[in-house]
């Protein structure tokens, strides 16, 4: 191929991620020059990694080094140089979206063995960008790089060897290869400990695997003060930061209270925003703010303060969008309660009724169509009065291996719509993945989100918005293909 994928990654991709940056703009450019050839080699050999990515909203190396966390931050010690590692994973984080989307657009389908075969025909050209480091890291991560690209290039034979030796020097090749592996390896590490002992800490700690945003809720008295507050994060240095900041904008002594462990992402999105959004909420009554994920949620007691108010937050927060409660349905209608009680209800007496001798995918899409999830506002928690319901459901489908189901989220129409479908792929996913959890083979689920493009009501009104926000069953691979549905008149027989 005469197109190199490195350098259009390099002109498209770092262009985007780096528009608008001031701040160390070598160093992050040559960052990404770094990861990018790491980044392609990982998809080449695990597919599998690229649908996970496409399935989070807001991937992160966190994401990727899910399996070796104390790998990553010894990554980010090698590319950052002098520069503040946190800065530069900040950077390297926003570019895995924008480069999956590349790769799809080349590739001409979002299909990860697509993509892999896109990065196989260019692998001459990607691995060559590969940093001489890059080798050993990838070993550690279980990728091999040995395609157009040896572990070893080992010299040429010296004239004076004798041919008798061929069979002994073949013998040691293993061996030798697998020294200068680890003497790679103990370069790498040696390196990234020897600046750790020269350069002052990021306070960026090494992170696991996450499911959940980032969360930062908030809301203010009758004069403007701040009267509750409350932090999810998974970096507890940034808590910290964050803390003094909230306490000096309010005057408040005692802050936020704070709930930090692995489980929340290290990041906002547009964290650095933050003290700037806090200062223009200070002074206005009876406020609220939730900053989760990429959208931003204002409540006041009059309306047109939440509309000012927001008028000047969106400048401030370009990759979020910023919502009130004119703009949103994030109050359910007063009716729900009861709604959602009735229909969890029939729920759990239908799965109860379904002979565990003769289980028909049908009749469990029909009783699971029954229940109602109401997801909290961007939220991809499973309400705890659903999990009893998908408990029952999974124990009757781990008893029927023939039964197939597809899960599929839909959102109303408020916000963002690219958002919204994002958010509805991952509410389907978190309902496969508990059932999953329940022991139901992962081959028997599929999720899908669908966005606000299916909507079974007006989304003019909170009550349409409501049955609009949804998780639906329907049934894979029966002998119509066809699942039946329950509307208000009940189950629509088909």
Known sequence: MNTNLIDLLKQKVSAIVLEGETEYLSEK?????SFFPILLSLFKSKPELIENLQRQLNPRLTDIFATHPDLKQEFLEQVSGTVPTGAIESTLNRSISPTLGFLETEAGSSEPSAIAHLIETHWPAVSSALPHWATALLSALGVGIASGRTLHQAPEAE?????????????????????VL??????????????????????????????EPAKLQLSTGSTGDLTTCQLYSGNASYIDILQKEIKQIFNHNNGCGVETNASYHSEFIDQDAIPSVLKLVKGVPNASLTWMGDQLFIQTANPADAEQLAAKIRPLVKNMTVMTQATTAASAPADSTTAISAGNTNAEKALAEINPDNIRALDVATALNMQIINFDTASTTIPEANKSILDQAAALIKRASHVHLMVKGHTDAVGNAKANKALSQKRAQAVVDYLVKQGVDPAQLQAVGYGSEQPVADNATPEGQFK???IEFEVLNTDTGVAREVNEQGVNKQ
Do not use: H, W
């Open 29 to 33: 450019s040559q960052a990404l020059s």
């Open 159 to 179: 004239p004076y060897r004798a041919v008798e030796e061929k069979k002994k020097s073949n013998f040691l090749l293993p061996l030798i290869a697998f020294i």
């Open 182 to 211: 680890a003497a790679l390896l103990a370069l790498m590490f040696k390196a990234c400990s020897d600046k750790k002992q020269t350069e002052p800490a990021s306070g960026v700690p090494a992170q696991t695997a996450t499911s």
């Open 468 to 470: 609009n926000r949804r």
